[in-house]
């Protein structure tokens, strides 16, 4: 048994958990019990961790004490969802408890362990019992348990470990949704991947290998296009998530093949992905999203590439853009120049467009299926030149990862309403006041979209059965303020049923927001839908642009 866990050991330790959980996070997606596509668990999970694996192979640390600070504070910044700020929290209580260690052994371990519970316990305003939060603090209970016995490291992970695995099979009889969906709590399952590959690391066990798709045979021979005469100048290669798993590629490939050559596409029932050499990869990007939603893509000139070569000078590729990157994204650290400035989370360039017509001074992108960090909020409240900055979170998995930058401002106050949907943070700028005090402004903002109520039409991600609706993927389905109000294969139809629910009655305003699937005539169908349904109301329509939801519809 390994008695004790030094600094080098504990850096290998997070690479490998992350590791791990890159490996899992699909099957951790997959407990996601609501079908609404979004930012799911293991993804989230697996990037937060990811940004402390990171940081750990940044440099060597001369104790525990200081790599697990630098974990918590890589993960407090790269928190995304729920799921990744409780997984920073957890390990903020680590860091805090080991912080003056050289090395630690299995007490040492058990305490820290136990510090991380109490600061995710205390962090979370409603802490629910069936989740991550259960699974981690029974696992520490018996860490402690362990260690009263047996002082070595190894054995006091392993008893947690044990200890987590009952305790997460037993969340489904804590929560009737895990229940009825017959699954295990995704959070919780996450954390223990992460444990397990901690304890992996320990032992000795190999890492495992985490390759990346984008580049898996296909790496292009520089030194073979030399001689070649390259008639497609782009090296393009991009992954796509599929809208629904029968999607028909045979149109796509047959455009491809008119605008390049050299084409592969391999696809499973969730995605598909692409190389193609062609001029004009742009066109190649646009026509694939008729078919789903882009996840990655690299594009590299193999006509550059080749007279870097043939000049002696290094070929450059998308190898090269971490450090492009790095230099754009380097933090922006604008002096207050009024009293209050706001930052908004959206995606969609109409959303946008209204955000910033209505004075807010940052936008961070962002939403379902595409949670920002603590970290890229943090960024845009930095770069917003006022005393006091509001967050707009507009979507309940990103409300945590905003509270996170509150203690991280030094020089500017941050005031995070939890708005939960974009209706609700357009309804509270509509009524900010810069002329107000702050307590004043954030009471008639909080009023303002407290009256909101907010429905939206989306796809079934998956196949479920929730709510009393048996679901099957690709599915319209319409959500009243966050819940599930009916599913239907017309969408119009699901529109009709919507408009005529007794929320819409008695409604004064309607204001309906187009996303970028939907074209200039369904969203007038829309419009007329409910002006019909509602006559008593005023229903504007607007173009949204935003992805994954067809309509966001904004009552008062």
Known sequence: MIQTIDAALFQRMIIHAAAAINLQKQPINDLNVFPVPDGDTGTNMSLTISAASAEMKKKNHPTVGSAASAVASALLRGARG????????????????????????????????????????????????GTILTVSRLAAAAAAGKAREDSSAEAVLEAAIAEGQVALADTINMNPVLKKAGV????????????????????????????????????TVFSALADEEITFAFDTVFIVRKLRAEVDLEPYRKYLNSIGDSLVIGEDDEAFKVH?????????LNEAQKYGVLELAKIENMVTQRDDLAAGRKAQSTDDLEAVEAEL????????????????????EGLEAVFRDLGVDALVGGGQTMNPSTEDILRAIDATPAEIVYVLPNNKNIIMAAEQCVPLCEDKKVV???????????????????????????????????RVRTDEITYAAR?????????????????AEHQLFGTDTDLNALLEQLAKAEGEKGAEFVSIFYGEDVTQEQAQQAQEIFAAACPDAEVSLLPGGQPVYYYMISVE
């Open 276 to 284: 193609v050499h062609t001029n004009t990869p742009g066109d190649a």
């Open 184 to 219: 295990v709590d995704a959070g919780g399952k996450g954390f223990l991947v992460i444990l397990q590959g901690m304890l992996d690391q320990m032992r000795g066990v190999p890492m495992p290998e985490v390759s990346d798709d984008t580049d898996e045979g296909e790496e």
């Open 82 to 129: 729920n799921s990744g700020v409780i997984l920073s929290l957890l390990f903020r209580g680590i860091g805090k408890a080991v912080k003056e260690k050289e090395c630690i052994d299995g007490r040492d371990l058990a305490i820290a362990m136990d510090a991380g519970v109490a600061a995710a316990y205390k962090a979370v305003m409603k802490p629910a019992e």
């Open 416 to 450: 995070v309403l939890p708005t939960k949907t974009v209706p609700q943070g357009i309804a509270a700028m509509l009524c900010a006041d810069p002329d107000a005090e702050e307590a004043d402004n954030t009471a008639t903002m909080t009023e303002a979209f407290g």
């Open 463 to 479: 196949d479920s059965d929730f709510g009393g609706f048996a679901i099957k993927q690709g599915d319209y389905m319409a959500l």
């Open 329 to 348: 994204e380097a933090p922006v650290h604008a002096a207050p120049e009024k009293k209050f400035g706001y930052v908004s989370v959206c995606a969609g």
